[in-house]
């Protein structure tokens, strides 16, 4: 499974953006999905999770009532509402999916800039 990432760029504070990954191979097997990000000197952190028919969702503290996440499945895409952001939301942004008896896979990341 292959994921690519868009929707990245330069907000302000208090402003929104919308993330979108798109899969593409087999997407048949794709269970899980999530979106992590890493600030520069940071480690990877878990933004937010959902199950594979999207019925289910998990947060970090630090993003809950401000991000939302979702997913097509006809489209293989998943998707990050952001709104409210902040400046330490600034960070590169990765899909991860968890494809049936492969693993995972990773996009490639898009760059999220919050100015204050």
């Known amino acids: 499974v292959q994921l690519v990432e868009s929707g990245g760029g330069l907000v302000q504070a208090g402003g929104s953006l919308k993330l979108s990954c798109t899969a593409s191979g087999d997407t048949f097997s794709i269970n899980f999905m999530a979106w992590y990000r890493q600030a520069p000197g940071k480690q990877r952190e878990l933004v937010a999770m959902?199950?594979?028919?999207?019925?289910?969702?998990n947060y970090a503290d630090s993003v809950k009532g401000r991000f939302t996440i979702s997913r097509d499945n006809v489209k293989n895409t998943l998707y990050l509402q952001m709104n409210s952001l902040r400046p330490e939301d600034t960070a590169v942004y990765y899909c991860?999916?968890?494809?049936?008896?492969?693993?995972?896979?990773w996009g490639q990341g898009t760059q999220v800039t919050v100015s204050s």
């Open positions: 959902i199950t594979s028919g999207g019925d289910g969702t």
């Open positions: 991860r999916a968890w494809v049936g008896s492969q693993g995972d896979s």
